[in-house]
């Protein structure tokens, strides 16, 4: 699993893990420090930093597998970015009922964007 889609999981799921798991993946991933430089941060051991990122990164894996909200989301995104893409496509017709759908089109749109 790469660091983008982590990051993902830890924005849906992050809440669902210990305070030490979301202190360790954001040291990790948001903050982009090594094993030995988040041991310290904490004071513990390197060891320590690599079992709670481990437990972590798998429990938000289980998350997404049982729940699967970051893939529905991702999709429903990409399904609005072709609506969008379409709407300004049709908005080249000069046909009143055209521009009256896309018009509609784009303010639903807009609603579920927001």
Not at 20 to 31: E, I, K
Request: hydrophobic fraction near 40%.
């Amino acid at each position: 699993m790469d660091a983008v889609e982590m990051l993902l999981l830890f924005d849906y799921y992050g809440d669902m893990l210990t305070e030490r798991q979301r202190m360790c993946l954001d040291l990790r991933y948001n903050q982009d420090l090594s094993l030995a430089e988040i041991a310290e941060e904490l004071g513990v051991s390197r060891q320590g930093v690599h079992d709670n990122i481990t437990r972590a990164e798998a429990h938000l894996a289980k998350m997404e597998e049982r729940t699967g909200c970051v893939r529905r989301n991702l999709q429903s995104r990409q399904a609005m970015q072709t609506i969008l893409s379409v709407t300004k496509e049709l908005a080249q017709y000069p046909d009143p009922v055209v521009r009256d759908a896309i018009a509609k089109i784009s303010l639903a749109a807009s609603s579920i964007e927001e």
